[in-house]
């Protein structure tokens, strides 16, 4: 059986099980609490998109298209959704020189032959000049050889499993689930003294198998034990025996490696446990959200720590500010404000600078590609580190992230900032930024 069928089965018992329950985190979740976090009023008159003239382009659309997980279990619909968010403001202030982003944001609902259609479908639309914004748990490795035989590229918001990070025509904005397992176990490691760390993950296939052995790598150079637990189906159906195997491993500190809403769904559950006083619970970026905290109740305030891949949701810095201030005015009511939203809009914030270098009138998929790959020394006061594209098969420039923790009024404060993470299976893409440091702006 090959890999894609192998990928397409395993994916389609989970679909089975996730069908029966949800861990979707809908912009509800966050109802009338969406900014609360920040301690001021989101000011819209300074907000930059494009142009900034305040004239709605009128020109020629440009089709960009987006694939993520949006439903079947899995939500990370706030990736695209910022992407949405920002296009729309960008269409409001003058467009691409003129032009508008005609942005098609389609949902794979965990189902890679849904995906293989979709991708497929964008490689045939010479009309569509790039994607950008996608998160999805299950297409990257299907999507790449479509893409490759297209010449059409995807600066992916959100990368979920191995095969988004490596792929030649995609290149994630995000660190990815692997880097922030490694990253969330040193903070654990540096800052509380752990000695073992435990984990449970997805068995989604090319996703749980890979952040386990980041873990592994890691607990080894660091002399740490790994007391692991099973692999699991999303959602999370019985919480409570999750939180038990915690419990009884013995282990300093666990890292929930499920989608946010499960992983609040173990908390919850540890926390009726007591748990908190005796595991020191950490979490990927999944469950860095501005509403996390009031999903798994107070009795974790000062007692829990979460990995972040972008700075702080809060952080009152300009670009961190003007992307707060464009989902406030020109995205869903309530969307959710997490780590995933900051993607979508930094990738799209990517592509639009990179339009914008572009004659407006040879905007096409192959000057659009040619610019894309060509990436390089992308800044933003969102990471810890300038972003670039390159010409490789390893994409991985977001490998320097920020970890959060609750304080005792249940706030996320800094904990430990831009660190290189310490995974060995970064070597190449370390190598390529010292033999090209232009790509990082040295």
Known sequence: MTTHRRTMAAVAALIAVASFAGCTRSPGDAKGKADSDLGQKVASSDIKCGLSNGKKAAGKPIKVGAISTMSNGVDFSSSPLAAKAYFDC????GGINGRPVDYDSQDDALDPQKGSALATQFAENKDVV???GDASFVSCGIEQPIYAAADLYSITGVGVPRSCFFSKNIAPVNGGPRLSMVSQAKFLVDEYGA???STQVTGLPDLGDWLVQGLKDYARDAGIAVPLGEPAPVPVKDANSVAVSIGKSGTDAFIAGFPGPDNASVLKAALQQGLQDKVRFGCLTSC???TFPSQIGDGWN???TTNSEFTLLNAKTPDNLNWRAVISKYGEPDQVRDSFSQAGYVAARILVDTLMSLDPNDITRKSVSKAVVGIKDFKTDMMCTPWYFGDSDHHNANHQLHNVKLDGD???????DCFETPDPEL???LAQEKADPSLIGK
């Open 195 to 197: 000695t073992s760390i």
């Open 130 to 132: 790039a994607m950008v």
């Open 410 to 416: 249940g706030n996320f404060v800094p904990g430990a």
């Open 427 to 429: 070597a190449d893409v």
């Open 302 to 304: 000062g007692k829990f």
């Open 288 to 290: 860095y959200d501005s």
């Open 90 to 93: 960008v269409n409001a202030n």
